[in-house]
């Protein structure tokens, strides 16, 4: 099944406590970014992929890092969470050729 | 830069009525148009999109018509069900990039 997997869905953890969220997808998508939603704000977004070991920023960068290592993954990584971060995240891919984006369930964040 | 406006919600309809949630653009060149979907707890998925002036993307009793000239994808239906109650946002992909820019949402509730 065509899917882009999240991990992990939930979280909760305290100011500074490095994390990672993966995301991997199995469509052998060239194109990989990561969103935030909040409340009002709709969907923003913090890096994308166009493919491996080419990132770049988003529109809300700031706190966080990834990497692209391989096609199917590109873990968002945070090394020092703040309460500022608490949000729901998606990670989303798409095929070149293909217009529309392929989601994650998403992985809600809570920093204490 | 490329923005894009939906009505605010909630929208509260009650089943069998008609739906409308308004959206507008702005933006350089051709995007292409999108309607993404929301159900409770889950990932966004794609609802229906549109590549060109005049197109009409459809998908489960919902429609929207790319209009240039007054730069709108409405998203309507014409008698909703309760299994409709989500999220819906508009959004669009520039010309030639891999960027997907997002309306805040519209949440949507239907009584039965």
């Known amino acids: 099944e065509a899917q882009v997997t999240q991990n992990p869905r939930y979280l909760i953890t305290v100011t500074g406590k490095k994390l990672t969220v993966t995301c991997s997808q199995n469509?052998?998508?060239?194109?990989m970014s990561w969103y935030r939603q909040d409340p009002g704000l709709g969907l923003r977004q913090i890096y994308y992929?166009?493919?491996?070991?080419?990132?770049d920023k988003g529109d809300v960068p700031e706190g966080y890092k990834v990497s692209r290592k391989e096609k199917r993954n590109f873990p968002l990584i945070l090394e020092s969470p703040s309460p500022n971060q608490t949000s729901l995240y998606f990670c989303?891919?798409?095929?070149?050729?293909?217009?529309?984006?392929?989601f994650g369930e998403g992985s809600r964040l809570t920093v204490l | 830069g490329d923005s894009v406006t939906q009505m605010e919600g909630p929208v509260t309809l009650s089943e069998e009525a008609f739906l409308t949630i308004n959206c507008t653009y702005t933006a350089t060149g051709y995007p292409s148009l999108f309607w993404y979907v929301q159900y409770p707890g889950e990932g966004l998925q794609l609802l229906l999109k549109a590549t060109k002036a005049d197109d009409k993307g459809s998908n489960k009793g919902f429609e929207a018509t790319y209009r240039k000239e007054t730069t709108s994808f409405h998203l309507e239906k014409g008698s909703v069900q309760v299994s409709d109650s989500a999220v819906y946002f508009c959004?669009?992909?520039?010309?030639?990039?891999?960027?997907?820019?997002f309306g805040a949402g519209t949440r949507l509730f239907v009584k039965a």
């Open positions: 989303a891919s798409s095929l070149r050729e293909l217009r529309e984006l392929f």
């Open positions: 469509m052998n998508h060239e194109y």
């Open positions: 992929s166009m493919n491996v070991e080419v990132t």
């Open positions: 959004a669009l992909k520039d010309t030639g990039g891999f960027k997907t820019i």
